[in-house]
C-alpha cells in the first residue's frame, strides 16, 4: 500500500472556524492532490500540487486553499469553514500524473456544523 | 466531452466472470480509459488503464473497443472483497489534472 496518512480522520467543526486538512506522503511522488466526495457528486478535484511550492486549482476551489512547502506534506485550508464544506476528503498522489495511476488515502471526515 | 456512461449496479455471483460495461463515446484520441474501484469507507483505489489495446493485470483485463467509444472491465473470478463501486473515468478537458468521476456501477457479488 502507499504511505498516505491523512489527519485528521474525523473531524466536528462550527462555522466560521478555521480547519486544516494534512496529507502527508511517504513515497516522495511529485503530485498531490485533493478530492471531495458528496453524494450525488462523486469525487471532484479541490487542488493539486505539481511540486514543491507549485499548485493549482481545481474544479471546486472556491473556499479552499492549499500549501505545499515539503514534497511529502500537502495541507489543505479552509479558511472560515461553512455548511457546504462537509463532506469526505480525499488526498492523493501520484508519481507521474493522473496518466498513470493515483493512490488514495482514507478520507478525512468532516462536519461542519 | 470526458463524461462517461456505466449502469448503476450489478450483481455477480462469487468465483464468476464480471463484465462491467462503459460507453465514452466521445472521448479524445489520446486520452486513456482508466478504471479505479471504492470499497466500503475507503478512498478509491487504481484498478488498470489503457488506451487502444487490451490490458491485462493482476486485479483485472480491460478490453477496449476499435472505436474506443466503450471499454468493458472484466474481473474473471469475483471474490465478496470485489463489491465495492467501480468508476470508468477520462481525464477532464478543463483541467489537465483532473479526472471526471461519475456515479460508477455499484457491484455486488452473492455467495
Known amino acids: 500500500d502507499a504511505g498516505i496518512t491523512q489527519s485528521p480522520r474525523h473531524k466536528v467543526t462550527e462555522t466560521g472556524t478555521p480547519v486544516t486538512l494534512r496529507c502527508h506522503q511517504t513515497?516522495?511522488?511529485?503530485?498531490m492532490y485533493w478530492y471531495r466526495q458528496d453524494p450525488g457528486h462523486g469525487l471532484r478535484l479541490i487542488h493539486y500540487?505539481?511540486?514543491?511550492?507549485?499548485?493549482d486549482k481545481g474544479e471546486v476551489s472556491d473556499g479552499y486553499s492549499v500549501s505545499r512547502s515539503k514534497t511529502e506534506d500537502f495541507l489543505l485550508t479552509l479558511e472560515s469553514a461553512t455548511s457546504s464544506q462537509t463532506s469526505v476528503y480525499f488526498c492523493?498522489?501520484?508519481?507521474?500524473?493522473?496518466?498513470?495511476?493515483?493512490?488514495f488515502g482514507e478520507g478525512s471526515r468532516l462536519t461542519v456544523l | 466531452d470526458a463524461k462517461t456512461t456505466q449502469p448503476n449496479s450489478m450483481e455477480s455471483n462469487e468465483e464468476e466472470p464480471v463484465h462491467l460495461p462503459c460507453n465514452h463515446s466521445?472521448?479524445?484520441?489520446?486520452?486513456?480509459i482508466h478504471w479505479y474501484r471504492q470499497l466500503p469507507s475507503q478512498g478509491p483505489e487504481y484498478v488498470i488503464h489503457?488506451?487502444?489495446s487490451n490490458v491485462n493485470n493482476r486485479m483485472a483485463s480491460l478490453a477496449i473497443a476499435e472505436d474506443r467509444k466503450s471499454s468493458t472491465l472484466i474481473l474473471h473470478r469475483a471474490t465478496l472483497r470485489d463489491a465495492a463501486v467501480y468508476y470508468c473515468?477520462?481525464?477532464?478537458?478543463?483541467?489537465?489534472?483532473?479526472?471526471?468521476f461519475g456515479p460508477g456501477t455499484r457491484l455486488s457479488v452473492l455467495p
Open positions: 500540487s505539481y511540486g514543491v511550492k507549485d499548485t
Open positions: 466521445t472521448i479524445s484520441g489520446t486520452d486513456y
Open positions: 513515497e516522495n511522488h511529485r503530485y
Open positions: 492523493a498522489i501520484s508519481e507521474f500524473s493522473i496518466r498513470r495511476e493515483l493512490f
Open positions: 473515468i477520462l481525464r477532464d478537458p478543463n483541467y489537465g489534472q483532473n479526472f471526471v
Open positions: 489503457g488506451l487502444t
